[in-house]
């Protein structure tokens, strides 16, 4: 690591207690922590996030979960510092040994897709394990980058996907493009339909 990195996760560590923060964020990092988290946050109805893949600019993303159950999974075991305080050294692949069917309120897998996610039956092991482990009406948030050097295939191709049903997610619609440079696309998926007049958080 260079010595200029290990000097901006320093000060990030520091300041972020104190409410500053010394990063240059893409829109899609501001949306991701400026507007859906704070919806989860302050959600009664989510209890346990289940967030794939860390490194250092999510260090403090457990600070932001403080009434909930957060847990992180990382592979690689040089970024595991850079993860909540449950935290899993493990393939994504692997999400149905480390939790029981049923038994998450939401999982979040932002920028993992064509960025070490890059073989289809990875990506597919790895949805049907979400499916799996998430609670009926759990949310399924997907971060990627429309681009080809980052779309290894095409979405619409995922088997696994056919499963989750699209969701509205509060002041985002279902399907939103937050930068248009990086063409990072959020997906907001659910275990299973909306009914009619149920609402977002239920």
Not at 4 to 27: E, N, V, Y
């Amino acid at each position: 690591m260079s010595p200029i990195k290990s000097l901006r996760i320093l000060l990030h560590r520091m300041l972020m207690p104190l409410g500053i923060d010394t990063r240059k964020l893409r829109s899609d990092r501001k949306i991701l922590e400026g507007t859906v988290f704070p919806v989860l946050e302050n959600d009664p109805n989510i209890q346990s996030i289940l967030f794939v893949g860390c490194d250092w600019y999510t260090l403090h993303y457990g600070a932001l979960f403080r009434q909930k159950r957060f847990i992180t999974i990382e592979i690689n075991p040089e970024l595991a510092r850079y993860g909540s305080e449950e935290h899993h050294i493990d393939s994504c692949e692997n999400i149905p040994r480390l939790f029981p069917s049923d038994s998450l309120d939401c999982c979040i897998l932002n920028g993992v897709f064509g960025f070490g996610l890059n073989e289809r039956a990875a990506m597919e092991a790895t949805l049907a394990g979400i499916y799996g482990t998430l609670r009926p009406g759990g949310w399924f948030l997907f971060g990627w980058n429309d681009l080809p050097e980052h779309r290894p295939f095409p979405i619409e191709e995922l088997v696994g996907l056919d499963k989750f049903q699209l969701r509205e997610f509060p002041g985002l619609g279902s399907i939103y493009e937050s930068d248009p440079i990086n063409r990072h696309r959020f997906h907001f998926y659910t275990k299973q339909k909306i009914e009619s007049g149920e609402s977002a958080s239920s």
